[in-house]
């Protein structure tokens, strides 16, 4: 028994940072390698004091929006009965992040009256009215798009707060609601930062609305420029490489910190009818809205039959790749909690390096990780376009199972692990049975990863061979050219059929997080 619980944690830790190296190595050492030459050659590394002002106002912007729509979906997910809000939480986030941008610009179309009166306004002179809705759309869109993120950091703070009853008795509505937000400031703090980190490198819905964030101007210099020169842009992307950096290095300390303080039972008092009201309207507004909207947009039925002639196999081709990258993050996110569990002690120094890695990959902007293996591609054999584009949906996505899985791992208590051993439950089978049916949370977010890289647009225009058909490229010529009729229909396919299977996803995740 002692060299199974010695030996095998070390050789699965072995295996799971060999396995993360060959995966993210190569992308890593383009990266580096291509940055390190632009600088030889004296490329300029300063992106503008401007951009990089823009970029963090936008990025913390962003993190206040999501951080105030999921302040009421957190109480109810802290409550005691969270219902099916806390079943269907993540579907916003299984949505493309464009649609909700996408949806609400409907609005802004001269058929509408709206769209009218913003038209007669750019007639008399006025256009930064319509210019600016746009970019305060991209900012909501995101927004909506990323509150289920600040919600779960919330209800961790939130839950287990037992003033909060003395609170509802003797504090007025506007005094309790400051002490709430003061009570719970490090949780509110955090939240902001961690959806700031995520929209740092989010490009399209912002790419739309021509928002100047260093992240844009970058993917327009990469597009005007050959791929050779590439690394002078990955270069000058510095200031998004330290913000990835810290964050990778941060994040698995405060995922640490928050399991270990996490309560084991929710908060005792339950949400109000307000509060659910809230919640209900946000996960509206980011979801049924932006569907309808485009349903209402739909001219003609014969667009909803046309999109799988001209979306069917890209959506085919679409949903192969996203299977794959699936598996293959599930076993990484399972691997990960396999290495956790077996060991007798929880290893920081492990969990620090294999999370912060699949962190880093999936903080830096999507349209870098496909360019890098793009022109890693180029030495490479004609086919390796499937596998490097799997790796690059691994990069973007891989982070999410294997979070996920070191989560499950860290929050087991101590006495279950001790008993574990005593029961001599060492072996990988053993693991199978006493550990696997608590761990199917990681089963639910690789199906999330799956589902998420359906939609990735800026690795994988990057990556696609010529006259391989894909549903990411389709749904960008449709919002860069506004063609609506097209991009309506299929927006009723992936928001109709997204919250389906989001919903399931997050129903799953949910449930079998509940019984573990």
């Not at 799971?16 to 190595?25: A, C, H, N, P, R």
């Amino acid at each position: 028994m002692t060299w199974n619980t010695r030996h095998s944690p070390r050789a699965g830790a072995f295996t799971l940072i060999l396995l993360s190296g060959v995966l993210l190595g190569p992308l890593l050492v383009e990266l580096v390698g291509g940055a390190a030459g632009a600088l030889l050659r004296g490329a300029p590394p300063w992106p503008g004091h401007r951009v990089m002002l823009r970029t963090i106002a936008v990025s913390l912007t962003i993190g206040a929006l999501a951080t105030g729509l999921g302040w009421f979906p957190a109480r109810v997910l802290a409550s005691r009965r969270a219902g099916r809000l806390g079943a269907l939480c993540l579907v916003p986030m299984l949505m493309p992040p464009y649609l909700a941008y996408s949806g609400y610009s409907i609005l802004r179309d001269p058929s509408w009256i709206t769209g009218d009166w913003l038209e007669s306004l750019s007639v008399r002179g006025q256009a930064w009215v319509t210019i600016g809705l746009g970019r305060g759309l991209a900012l909501l869109g995101m927004a909506l798009w990323a509150w289920p993120i600040s919600a779960c950091v919330l209800a961790t703070g939130m839950r287990g707060q037992a003033v909060d009853d003395a609170l509802r008795l003797d504090a007025p509505p506007l005094r309790r609601t400051w002490e709430r937000v003061w009570m719970h400031r490090a949780s509110i703090a955090g939240a902001v930062l961690l959806v700031a980190l995520v929209a740092i490198g989010s490009a399209v819905p912002l790419h739309l609305a021509q928002v100047e964030t260093i992240a844009i101007d970058l993917w327009r210099r990469m597009g005007e420029s050959s791929p050779e020169q590439w690394g002078s842009a990955w270069l000058a992307a510095w200031p998004i490489i330290v913000a990835a950096v810290a964050g990778s290095v941060v994040l698995p300390r405060v995922v640490r910190r928050l399991v270990m303080h996490a309560p084991t039972e929710p908060d005792s008092c339950d949400a109000s009818g307000h509060t659910r009201l809230a919640a209900w309207l946000a996960w509206t507004a980011a979801t049924g809205l932006p569907l309808l909207l485009f349903v209402l947009t739909i001219h003609s039925p014969r667009s909803l039959v046309e999109f799988w002639k001209l979306s069917g196999p890209g959506l085919w081709n679409g949903f192969v790749t996203a299977f794959a990258v699936a598996i293959l993050s599930g076993l990484l996110g399972l691997g990960f909690a396999y290495v956790v569990d077996m060991s007798r002690r929880p290893p920081h120094a492990l969990v620090g390096i294999i999370l912060g890695g699949w962190v880093f990959t999936a903080v830096i902007p999507g349209v870098f990780i496909g360019a890098a293996l793009a022109r890693l591609g180029t030495h490479l054999p004609r086919g390796w376009s499937d596998v490097l584009l799997m790796d690059a949906l691994l990069a973007r996505f891989g982070c999410v199972p294997v979070l996920v899985g070191g989560v499950c791992a860290l929050s087991e208590s101590s006495e279950l692990r001790e008993l574990r051993e005593v029961e001599g439950a060492t072996r990988w089978r053993a693991w199978v049975h006493a550990c696997l049916p608590r761990r199917m949370p990681v089963v639910g977010a690789a199906l999330a990863a799956g589902i998420m890289a359906i939609h990735e647009i800026e690795a994988t225009t990057m990556l696609l061979p010529p006259g391989r058909h894909n549903l990411a490229q389709q749904i960008l010529g449709y919002l860069h050219f506004s063609r609506m009729e097209e991009m309506s229909a299929a927006a009723v396919y992936l928001i109709g059929g997204g919250m389906v299977l989001g919903a399931c996803v997050s129903t799953l995740m949910w449930r079998t997080w509940r019984r573990s």
